[in-house]
């Protein structure tokens, strides 16, 4: 690109001199909107961000970061030999923290029935990535008393309750449920009513990541 001509006094201004500066002047201005439009299309945004990874700093403290959340709808019942906790199949749900700092909420909901008079809660155990399952959390005391076991065996009831979890890791984290009985004999269902099969409901379990 040619230099603009420049003027130092005593000379003789003539128009094609004036137009050669213009021309120059133009074809800069040319570039720069070229360059600034370049950098408006490059710029990151909401609308254009589709990888790398966000700071924690962008996050602030309390931050919801992601929701991940599962509705479980098998029903059947469940009896106990004894107070061991037994797993209720696939009423599980995994999420994968962003921030190894971040706490997941953990909320339940937990659609039962029973037939006697037992003692029942659930349990929550948890995995981090290719981990084995361990106990993590009691969740909830679901029927307890003879005096409401009659009402209750006819109807489902949910039991809802959440946690604060620290899991410190960036791995998958899976939380699975499982249901105990205070004693032998007991039975409880699980998304539908002790004694009429077609009163169902679902049971839920939803997982926020919290940035701490």
Known sequence: MA??????GGETL???DL???FEALDT???TAE???????????NASNLTSGTIPAARFPANTIVQVKTFSFDTAFIQSFADSTPIIVPNFKLAITPQFADSKILVDTTLAVSSANSESYSSQMYRKI????EVFNHDIARIIRGVASTYEI??????????????????????YQVYVKSSGPGASLSVNRSQIEEDRKSNSHITLYEVKA
């Open 3 to 8: 230099l603009p001509k420049t003027f130092t």
């Open 14 to 16: 003539f128009a094609e």
């Open 19 to 21: 137009n050669g500066n």
């Open 28 to 30: 800069r201005l040319v």
């Open 34 to 44: 070229s360059d600034i439009d370049t950098n408006a299309l490059n710029l990151a």
């Open 129 to 132: 990535g290719a981990g084995s």
């Open 153 to 174: 065996r006819h109807s489902v009831v949910h039991m809802t309750r959440n946690y604060l979890d620290t899991p410190a890791t960036t791995e998958e984290v899976t």
